[in-house]
């Protein structure tokens, strides 16, 4: 009943965990890898201007088309050392992550052991998987494989890479929830905060383009076009209690004022029904109505049935959209996180206390959910 | 942090189970009480070249005696172990499909590999200069394993998420559960892990010298490593209110766990970050080092991973408990390693017996625990801890109490 949140509801926030430790979470701070580039500013004014990211087309490289992040280079933001048999996904988490770090200044990270990182996550390294598997099969004998890459083929491998690479000793947990990986990540984040376990939280999703997903993704398509080309990319939020944000002289971005998620069995025929009552959940939980909702940012998968599910909820309310996968691609994992990006990018379309934003999906395998962010204090 | 007055208790209501030793949660706990061994030859691959390989495989396992309202070949074996394990878990606890849908639901699973076993046969069949199997690709996101559940059982006021945290992944999951029904947000979890045997795991453990030839000997001085498993440990975690208020049959109580992670070595565990993690889980829980009666280890039976465990054992209690490795009896389930040592754990309680740590003769002095030797004992269990860890040096510690009801 209670929920993660409580920006615009006191009365709420007495009766839940978040306001024992620390009231209200918030976002401190983000940053991403994208198709636009590396870091925020390219980011923001690629998303708000609505130019698309370069499509690769389908081509040698690989059988579908994909927006991938530009000539990236893990070793140009984090050094040589160690980066070279980095995969993408790996790469764009600890970069990420390293940008932030370096924003937010020494003290965050201070005492290791007090941050965390939960991280979304898709098929994990299949390009890495499938080299592995393919040098076993190939070789001279089936274990003559490079054992080094071996850690590499674990799905938790992009977290527990990232926490080694800056010293995060506190939770670190890998979320496989497709689509809506970086809403779930949110979520689970908020409650290891609200269950005492961690107070800061590095928390969002990774995804790659390789030739192995573009493979698998065609091969799932049967002949058909895909609906939108493979996209790829990392966004990384610090969540913590208001509180210790305000001790450390953090200004807030947001506050996570509620998450929810539902299923649908066929998400084409009931995903927009599902999501409607995830909407009208979270609205309750964060005690707001539909009209403080000021911007929407949806997946785009099923995009009729989310907009119906939404606008069923909003009624008269007349909010902005921002539509991410035209100009990013499908960057599965990572594309909740990225629709995150996008809606901390158009901060001036809710920037009134009380102005919420929402964020929503529907997967395919029938996940639904939904989030909303509010202003900070 | 102790438990807050305020705060939902949680208690483990039903245990689902797929293993090599055992099916359902009769046949498991009898195969704990015996010592039984999973151990025989792999058949998942064509294991030509090695000089062993041997494995904790399930044998027999058939889908579709589990699955009602999906096609088995919509979900890869994994998948296909949590849903099995899932609906046996429902059963075990009492809660029918009617009454668990109009409950606010979450359905966490663990997961080390997903469905990697499909991507090695792709693999296969891209190296055969052939089509992929689009049947397989479809089926491929990790995520599926959590999804797969919610879809056979056709829930729809669920929370879906696969904690995919490696070798540790089933006491992740049990612990996401805990949190969300601790604080309210759920009313029921079905939590736990799944994994199914696959040539990229098991080459890459062969590889490092960690599959032992015959058998696992967890704290042996001639212990040789680790055995590859797969099944799936599912339990049903719900408020201690609505356990009451149904009537239900309380197995245990989740009394809480902790979590970090080494950020040191990508696959060597580190002791002292280890031991915080026990004392992390400790502190969440309300319990001190003397009120534990019995350790579950990590216990993989490599060289390293053993004294290591022991070791960080001894830092945190100045007497430890018996410390036993059911992955003697199971093997190395991967993700769904700490949540069937947990089901383990919880039956432990619940029946009043330690499962035995099998193939043991001779104690090997740096680990020096009493492990309970190859037999199980009587005993009554009032706090027991299940330690797990993973690549990366993701720890993870759970705890369980017995529960007893106050009249």
Not at chain 1, 290 to 296: E, G, S
Request: hydrophobic share 45%.
């Amino acid at each position: 009943m209670t929920t993660i949140e409580a920006s615009g509801s006191p009365h709420l926030a007495h009766r839940d965990g978040a306001a024992r430790d620390g009231g209200t979470l918030v976002l401190s701070g983000w940053s991403a890898v994208s198709a636009y580039g590396v870091g925020r500013d390219v980011l923001r004014e690629g998303l708000l201007s609505g130019r698309a990211a370069r499509v690769e087309e389908a081509g040698d490289g690989a059988p579908v088309p994909c927006v991938v992040v530009p000539g990236f280079r893990a070793a140009d933001h984090l050094g040589r050392k160690g980066t070279r048999t980095m995969s993408r996904s790996t790469a764009f988490a600890a970069t990420a992550i390293d940008v932030l770090l370096r924003e937010l200044g020494p003290e965050v990270a201070g005492d290791p052991q007090r941050i965390g990182l939960v991280l979304g996550v898709g098929q994990g390294n299949v390009q890495t998987v499938m080299d592995f598997t393919r040098g076993a099969l190939t070789a001279s004998k089936p274990y003559h494989v490079d054992a080094l890459r071996f850690p590499d083929t674990f799905l938790n491998r992009a977290a527990g890479q990232s926490a080694i690479w800056h010293g995060l000793q506190g939770p670190n947990t890998t979320i496989a929830a497709g689509r809506l990986s970086a809403l779930l990540a949110i979520g689970y984040a908020a409650r290891l905060s609200r269950g005492g376990h961690c107070r800061r939280l590095l928390v969002g999703a990774t995804e790659e383009c390789s030739p192995a997903r573009a493979l698998l993704a065609d091969a799932v398509s049967a002949g058909r076009d895909l609906p939108a080309p493979l996209g790829e990319g990392c966004v990384v939020a610090l969540l913590e209690p208001a509180a210790e944000a305000a001790a450390a002289g953090r200004v807030p971005v947001a506050t996570v004022a509620a998450t929810h998620f539902r299923a649908a069995a066929d998400p084409a025929v009931e995903g927009g029904a599902e999501l409607a009552v995830c909407v009208r959940a979270a609205l309750a939980k964060a005690g707001a109505g539909a009209d403080r909702i000021r911007l929407v940012v949806p997946l785009g998968e099923y995009a009729q049935q989310e907009e119906a599910g939404i606008r069923a909820v909003l009624g008269d309310a007349d909010p902005r959209w921002l539509h991410c996968r035209p100009l990013l691609g499908d960057a599965f994992a990572a594309s909740a996180g990225l629709q995150l990006s996008a809606a901390l990018s158009a901060a001036a379309h809710w920037s009134k206390p009380g102005d919420l934003a929402l964020l929503t999906g529907i997967d395919r395998d029938g996940t639904v959910g939904c989030a909303l962010f509010g202003r900070p204090d | 942090m102790s438990a807050d007055a305020e705060q939902e208790r949680v208690v483990i209501t039903g245990l689902g189970v797929v293993s090599s030793i055992g099916t359902g949660v009769d046949d498991f706990c009898a195969g704990l009480r015996a010592g039984r061994s999973g151990a025989k030859p792999i058949t998942a691959f064509d294991t030509t070249g090695f000089a062993h390989a041997i494995g904790c495989e399930v044998s027999g396992f058939s889908p579709q005696e589990w699955l009602e309202h999906l096609e088995p070949e919509g979900l890869g074996r994994a998948t296909q172990f949590a849903v099995a394990g899932a609906r046996m878990a429902l059963v075990d606890a009492g809660l029918g499909l009617q009454e668990l849908r109009r409950r606010r639901a979450l359905v966490s699973i663990g997961t080390s590999d997903g469905e990697t076993r499909d991507l090695d046969t792709l693999t296969e069949q891209q190296l055969a200069h052939g089509a992929l199997d689009p049947v397989l690709a479809g089926r491929l996101d990790a995520s599926r394993l959590a999804s797969g559940v919610v879809r056979e059982l056709e829930l729809r006021d669920v929370e879906t998420m696969t904690t995919a945290t490696a070798c540790a992944a089933g006491n992740y999951a049990i612990g996401s559960a805990f949190d969300a029904l601790r604080v309210g947000d759920v009313d029921v979890a079905l939590c736990g892990g799944a994994d199914a045997v696959c040539r990229k795991t098991f080459t890459g453990f062969y590889r490092f010298g960690t599959i032992a030839p015959e058998m696992c000997q967890p704290f042996d001085r001639d212990r040789k490593g680790l055995l590859a498993s797969e099944g799936s440990g599912v339990l049903v975690l719900e408020t201690l209110r609505s356990a009451r208020a149904r009537g239900a049959r309380i197995y245990a109580e989740v009394l809480g766990y902790g979590l970090n992670c080494d950020a040191g070595h990508a696959v060597a565990p580190d002791q002292d970050s280890l031991a915080r993690c026990m004392r992390l889980a400790q502190a969440n829980a309300g319990v001190k080092p003397e009120d534990v009666d019995l350790i579950s280890a990590h216990g993989t039976g490599t060289p390293t991973n053993d004294v290591v465990e022991t070791s960080a054992i001894r830092q945190v209690f100045d007497v430890p408990p018996p410390t036993v490795s059911v992955k003697s009896m199971i093997g190395h389930a991967m993700g769904a390693a700490s949540a069937l040592a947990a089901v383990a754990c919880a039956l432990a309680i619940r029946e009043g017996f330690i499962p035995p740590t099998i193939n043991h003769t001779n104690t090997d002095p740096d680990c020096g625990l009493d492990c309970v030797p190859n037999q199980a004992r009587e005993a009554v269990l009032n706090v027991v801890q299940n330690n797990a860890l993973a690549f990366a040096g993701n720890n993870v510690v759970l705890l369980l109490g017995r529960h007893q009801e106050v009249s």
